[in-house]
């Protein structure tokens, strides 16, 4: 397994698969986080140095910056950044360099999955457009497939074997292959019936928490106002037994996700005449 992006997604995943007893090579373009992850060493809070230790100590693992090793990969699991470029639409040259460089090396039998949260329509547009230059036929020679990330750092509760994975191929067999891999690794798979509907599932969940913080936060402000206690007021609202989920004032929107992920939408609905 060939995983590149080695940040909070890439490198929970790396860990999993090697647990299981998958040889796994790690892709980046840091070297300095290639050099940490070959000496042994994490560089994100959450993940212990025994545990990259362990794994390196197994011989199955190692990470580098060269792009060429792809080749050697039979399964290739992109988790790359898609942040936002300064007029707040989708930035995706990470993607879309990773995409050429798996171009280079694609060869039959490989499946190809990205993870990386983007808008409806990128597996196909950008991975799918480049790969069919291979003269390879997707769904018989090679596979392709979208399966959005859903990690949660630090989150003791839950890891990447326990939360529910959702899996969608650019064609059945694709679903079939990239089913077979994530079923190694994490305990339940939520297939869906295509790379464009696993692609909106991740916008949707992030798009929920985004508008219903940014909805108790205003409702935060307008009971300090009123002189009444926002936290009685949710505490006797989750009370309800349907309809209503509780959700608690606090700095804001943060992290890598939540703030960026409604413009992926919102960019790619103006191709579709909706704002």
């Known amino acids: 397994v060939g995983i590149v992006g080695l940040g909070y997604v890439g490198l929970p995943l790396v860990l999993r698969f090697g647990a299981v007893g998958f040889p796994v090579i790690g892709f980046d373009v840091d070297s300095s986080k290639v050099s940490k992850l070959n000496g042994g060493?994490?560089?994100?809070?959450?993940?212990?140095?025994?545990?990259?230790?362990?794994?390196?100590?197994?011989?199955?693992?190692?990470?580098?910056?060269?792009?060429?090793?792809?080749?050697?990969?039979?399964?290739?699991i992109i988790c790359v950044p898609t942040p936002l470029n300064n007029n707040r639409e989708p930035d995706m040259q990470y993607v879309e360099s990773t995409a050429s460089a798996v171009h280079k090396t694609l060869r039959a039998g490989q499946i190809v999955i990205l993870e990386s949260t983007t808008y409806p329509g990128t597996t196909r547009e950008v991975l799918l457009d480049r790969f069919q230059r291979s003269g390879l036929e997707v769904g018989e020679d090679y596979f392709l497939a979208y399966s959005p990330e859903r990690e949660d750092p630090g989150n003791a509760h839950f890891s990447t074997q326990t939360i529910p994975k959702?899996?969608?191929?650019?064609?059945?067999?694709?679903?079939?292959?990239?089913?077979?891999?994530?079923?190694?690794?994490?305990?339940?798979?939520?297939?869906v019936s295509s790379t464009d509907t696993a692609e909106l599932v991740k916008l949707l969940e992030n798009i929920y928490r985004s508008v219903n913080i940014a909805l108790v936060n205003e409702l935060k402000l307008l009971c300090d106002r009123m002189d009444i206690n926002i936290w009685e007021v949710i505490d006797a609202a989750k009370t309800k037994p349907f309809g209503f989920t509780p959700f608690y004032p606090g700095p804001g929107l943060g992290g890598h996700c939540i703030p960026i992920d409604p413009f992926y939408l919102a960019w790619k609905a103006r191709e579709h005449g909706f704002r």
């Not at 959450?46 to 197994?58: D, F, K, M, P, T």
């Not at 079939?176 to 994530?182: D, E, G, R, S, T």
């Open 41 to 76: 060493q994490s560089y994100i809070g959450h993940i212990e140095n025994e545990r990259v230790a362990s794994l390196l100590g197994s011989g199955r693992f190692e990470a580098t910056i060269d792009f060429s090793k792809l080749a050697d990969a039979d399964c290739v």
């Open 166 to 191: 959702v899996v969608g191929g650019t064609t059945p067999n694709c679903l079939a292959v990239a089913q077979a891999l994530y079923g190694q690794v994490i305990d339940q798979l939520v297939p």
